[in-house]
């Protein structure tokens, strides 16, 4: 072994690493200075510790102690916690323990329902082979994959996982799976000649990649890269870079808690600077106040409420098969402006499938797809079928004898494939003509030529009662210059129309479909051994057969709901751009015509990129980088991005979006770990459910908001009024508001979770990521019903107070009015602008009755038992306090509809009923 390969120490300096694809495997040898008998163990061992072990780096974990702490850090649990110091300085210590067990749920929910980022490396350092044949010191040894290093020439075959990046030195019949990073639905065919230097992942034909699977034949190669600095390392190491962004919603939270919080200090600041220089309050006395005015103002129970209404959505989400991973996603969806979707497996069903198929003088579609054996062919254009056609089972037949597929039928009724995606194809096409496993069983198969890429075609020799024939299929530009005659409808043999052939290929092919053909010839009954020169001549072609991975039947009504909804639908995909462009114009994705290509990206400044990313709808070859380039631009636009995906490119860009959805089944681990939501049928459609489910929970949580606001601004006006004239008693104490807050707030609020998605919810533009919780109209709603409500609570206070002397009488009513001003309210709030009480809307919630109901009792037990008298300091009322009491809530409704029927005739809204 010379010296200069075997026992260098280290290689020099390498050229990057996208230029190994194009080199000749002399140069890479030279360049790695190693040669085809390996290197030495000696020097195998001192690269390994120059470079380090295969594998990806380990990040130390966060500690679960800083993730549960971490789940503090909100400015509304701020806001709680500050109410908890207040109750505890009121002694109020129920109250305390209430308000810090809501925020020990909030934390202990969040905790539970956020990944890890560790999460989606671990699942990416799977992926690299346990173990590995490589030569050492000239001969073939089994090593752990992690002690591999750059110069180590593998030896792989079938069935074999990749274990690093490895460039070409031999390959025979070499295919392999590289769906999770380029989006290939089918597997690709390896050779050990160069290409060219700009060739995008998927068309480096030289180059096997780390975490891929050998699906047929066998080779060696050179180790060009190990560990991070593979393609698989790469894409590890983009997603541990990647931000993860602040959801719409939670931006919006935050924005309106320090705005909510702010105000409360500098009201509260005022308010005790007025009363204790402009009112004569003493300083015990105005403190005590502005506590009541703090306690009020906060809106205790907002956070649970908003935590429960979204775990209600994820828990109506998974009863749709769409499993949401963290909380706030589940109202992101309904803010979304584009989905992002990669093609294989999400738009289509990753299943090839025969859709056409080509003879001499007539053609034939093929219906049905996937793997399932069922679907009518006809003669194409016609309603006749052709399923008895002699020459067309006689072409499905060669097709299936040089077929290496097999499949299982699982449990669930579905049928897992062994074996090449295009084989399995041809084989369903056969199955379909009544050739199924049994009748092929009629032909014994003699001998083989399993594919080869340099060769373009597979063969077989087989044994029938007819006769031996050889089965020959592959590349229909090879077969032609095979064969001298083609068969005819009647059986017939003539002479070969190459041009027909040529532009019924060349017209297929413009529709994105892959194309086989499949020929035939008799040899001697004797024929034992087929070579090639026995399969390369006199054949007879029997027909074309055109494939393609379908779109799924139910995704185009789906790209279009959404796209009714103003969302925006983009295929982003590692398959050719013809077949890209063909799949998007069935789906209604773009024009069906365009599609940019990642070579065409890499050549874009930022601002170009923005340009194309907003125009175009189909971008193919692209890789991890381009998906992540092109998710950044669409949110430097502004977008909200959903982006959809199963493989292991994806992780990246799932991590990215503001909402990644991965595929549930055939998804990768790392793309499951890297989303928020997961899909668990792989199903599209889910999509367009989850983001009306989404919307939904949107207008849910902001009735809820504007339905517990005006309660805090009502209880806040009365002890602002209690100051202003000079009241040495509030009307309603600190700890009669908490439970208000806390308990008959809450319950009502917790009944919008339930309400259905209003009619026009799928008809909307999403919203502006922008647009504050509350908009000017819904401010002014909360400040007008926080009068009316804290108006009429201490008109009665007052009224009472005058007329029976009684002063924990007159709270008792002054609490109650505000609880009947609630329950009112509560029924205004269920939809913004139409009437409640129209038949076909007022009984679509049953949670509402339920929620009264539930309100009427506590009010029942805080007003008549001992106990609750005696801890909140009121007394019994009697019927006719009562009277008052429903009345004040009959106003409250009348004066908030009348509100609203003025909007609406200004707005120019018809009365929705």
């Not at 100051?723 to 908490?738: C, G, N």
Request: glycine share 8%.
């Amino acid at each position: 072994m010379p010296a200069n390969a075997a026992n260098s120490t280290s290689p020099r300096d390498a050229p990057k690493a996208a230029a190994w694809h194009s080199l000749a495997v002399s140069d890479v040898l030279s360049e790695l200075e190693t040669e085809t008998q390996g290197l030495s163990s000696e020097v195998a061992a001192q690269r390994l510790e120059k470079y380090g072990p295969n594998k990806l780096p380990e990040e130390p974990p966060v500690p679960a102690w800083r993730r549960f702490l971490r789940q503090f850090n909100n400015l509304l649990i701020y806001v709680l916690l500050a109410a908890a110091v207040v109750t505890a300085a009121l002694n109020d210590w129920l109250e305390t323990g209430v308000i810090l067990a809501v925020v020990l749920i909030n934390a202990i929910i969040g905790f539970i329902q956020e990944g890890k980022a560790e999460a989606a490396l671990d699942a990416l350092r799977s992926m690299l082979a346990l173990q590995a044949v490589a030569l050492r010191d000239g001969h073939r040894v089994t090593v752990s994959a992690e002690d591999l290093v750059p110069g180590d020439v593998v030896l792989i075959e079938s069935g074999d996982r990749v274990p690093a990046d490895m460039r070409l030195i031999e390959a025979h019949n070499l295919r392999a799976e590289e769906a999770a990073l380029t989006g290939e639905s089918v597997p690709s065919n390896k050779a050990r000649a160069p290409v060219g230097e700009e060739a995008s992942l998927g068309d480096r034909r030289s180059m096997l990649y780390a975490g891929t699977t050998i699906t047929s034949g066998a080779g060696h190669g050179v180790v060009v890269a190990t560990g991070s600095t593979t393609e698989v390392g790469r894409i590890g190491e983009m997603v541990s870079r990647v931000i993860q962004l602040k959801t719409p919603f939670l931006t919006a939270i935050d924005n309106f808690s320090r705005v909510l919080a702010y105000a409360i200090l500098g009201i509260g600041a005022a308010l005790f600077a007025f009363g204790y220089f402009f009112r004569g309050y003493t300083l015990d006395e105005i403190f005590l106040t502005v506590i009541g005015f703090a306690v009020a103002a906060i809106p205790e129970g907002l956070p649970a409420v908003i935590t429960i209404i979204l775990a209600l959505g994820v828990q109506r989400m998974a009863q749709q098969r769409a499993i949401v991973r963290r909380l706030p996603a589940v109202e992101t969806l309904g803010s979304v402006t584009v989905i992002c979707s990669d093609k294989t497996g999400t738009l289509t069903k990753n299943e090839m499938t025969v859709r056409k198929a080509v003879m001499a003088g007539v053609r034939y579609d093929v219906a049905g797809e996937g793997y399932t054996p069922k679907g009518r062919i006809t003669y194409e254009g016609k309603d006749e079928d052709a399923g008895d056609d002699g020459p067309l089972r006689d072409m499905a037949l060669g097709a299936a004898l040089t077929a290496e597929a097999e499949f299982r039928d699982n449990e669930d009724g579905t049928r897992l494939l062994s074996g090449d995606p295009t084989d399995g194809a041809v084989v369903v096409l056969a199955e379909k003509l009544g050739l199924d496993r049994t009748a092929l069983r009629a032909y014994r198969r003699v001998d083989r030529l399993p594919f080869e890429s340099d060769k373009q075609y597979a063969a077989s020799l087989v044994e029938s009662e007819a006769g031996r024939f050889v089965y020959v299929k592959g590349a229909p530009e090879r077969l032609l210059g095979m064969c001298r005659a083609q068969r005819q409808r009647d059986g017939s043999s003539d002479e070969l129309d190459r041009k027909h052939w040529e532009e019924s290929a060349k017209e297929l092919a413009s529709q994105a479909f892959r194309l086989l053909a499949v020929a035939v010839k008799r040899v001697d009954a004797d024929a034992e051994e087929l070579s090639t020169d026995l399969a390369e001549e006199g054949l007879e072609m029997l027909g074309l057969v055109a494939l393609i991975d379908p779109p799924r039947e139910e995704v185009k009504e789906s790209v279009a709901r959404c796209q009714r909804a103003g969302i925006r639908v983009v295929m982003i995909t590692g398959d050719h751009a013809l077949t890209a462009s063909a799949i998007a114009g069935q789906l209604g994705i773009g024009d069906g015509k365009r599609a940019v290509t990642g070579q065409e990206l890499d050549g874009l400044d930022d601002e170009k990129l923005e340009d194309v990313a907003a125009d175009c709808d189909v971008f193919a070859r692209a890789s991890p980088e381009h998906k992540l380039k092109l998710l950044e631009a669409l949110q430097r636009r502004g977008h909200v991005s959903a982006m959809t995906g199963d493989g292991v490119n994806d992780a990246p860009a799932l991590k990215r979006a503001d909402v990644g959805v991965a595929m549930g089944v055939k998804g990768s681990e790392a793309a499951k770990d890297a989303s928020e939501m997961v899909l668990a049928d792989d199903n599209f459609t889910t999509i367009a459910l989850a983001v009306e489910e989404g919307r939904a929970i949107y207008d849910n949580l902001k009735k809820t908001i504007l339905f517990i606001l005006p309660t805090n601004g009502a209880e806040a006006l009365v002890v602002i009024a209690s100051i202003m004239v000079v009241l040495t008693e509030l009307p309603i104490t600190p700890v009669q508001i908490l439970w208000i807050n806390m308990i008959t707030a809450v319950t009502l609020a917790l009944a919008l979770a339930f309400e259905p998605p209003e009619a026009d919810v799928m008809r909307r533009p999403p919203r502006d990521r922008d647009e504050p919780i509350l908009s000017s109209y819904l401010v002014w709603r909360i400040v007008y019903v926080s009068i009316v409500m804290g108006g009429l609570t201490l008109v009665l206070f007052f009224m009472m107070l005058e007329r029976y002397g009684d002063l924990e009488l007159a709270r008792a009513i002054a609490v109650n009015t505000l609880v009947a001003g609630e329950l009112a309210y509560l029924l205004n709030t269920r939809f913004l602008w139409a009437f409640p009480l129209s038949p076909k809307r007022f009984f679509t919630n049953r949670a509402v009755f339920v929620s009264i109901g539930v309100l009427i009792f506590f009010q029942m037990v805080f007003t008549y038992t001992a106990p609750m008298q005696l801890w909140f300091g009121v007394t019994g009322m009697k019927l006719e306090h009562w009277g008052y009491v429903i009345l004040a809530g009959v106003i409250v409704f009348v004066v908030v509809e009348i509100e609203k029927a003025i909007v609406r005739i200004r707005a120019g809204r018809k009365l929705q009923t």
